[in-house]
């Protein structure tokens, strides 16, 4: 299993840009979906998530801008950020809970590689 992350690039304030993350290999099922950032000189930390039933969940510094969302058949994720602001620049990343694999029959959890958003102000 492994999980892409796609959609990153340089926008300037108020823009919008939206990330994607796709899982590939033989998968049974995923659990929770996120997406995380590290700022710079930051540890990482949690923006959003979704969950199994489409449940989702935000931090309050992004709540009402981002929206997450979860594509079961693609097993997918994708991450709309609206107005942005320079205080988002980060690298995004994206994490897949409890992924069942076909092939081992276990379930782990995935990162992606990260992909770098800049906001100019």
């Known amino acids: 299993v492994q999980l892409q992350a796609s959609g990153g690039g340089l926008v300037q304030a108020g823009d919008t840009l939206i990330l994607t993350c796709a899982a590939s290999g033989r998968i049974i099922s995923i659990g929770a979906m996120n997406w995380y950032r590290q700022r710079p000189g930051q540890s990482r930390e949690l923006v959003a998530t979704?969950?199994?039933?489409?449940?989702?969940l935000y931090d309050h510094a992004v709540k009402d801008r981002f929206t997450i969302s979860r594509d079961h058949a693609k097993n997918a994720a994708s991450l709309r950020m609206n107005d942005l602001k320079p205080e988002d620049t980060a690298v995004y990343y994206c994490n897949f809970e409890s992924v069942l694999s076909l092939v081992t029959m276990t379930a782990n959890d995935y990162w992606g590689q990260g992909t770098l958003v800049t906001v100019s102000s």
């Open positions: 979704v969950y199994q039933n489409d449940k989702t």
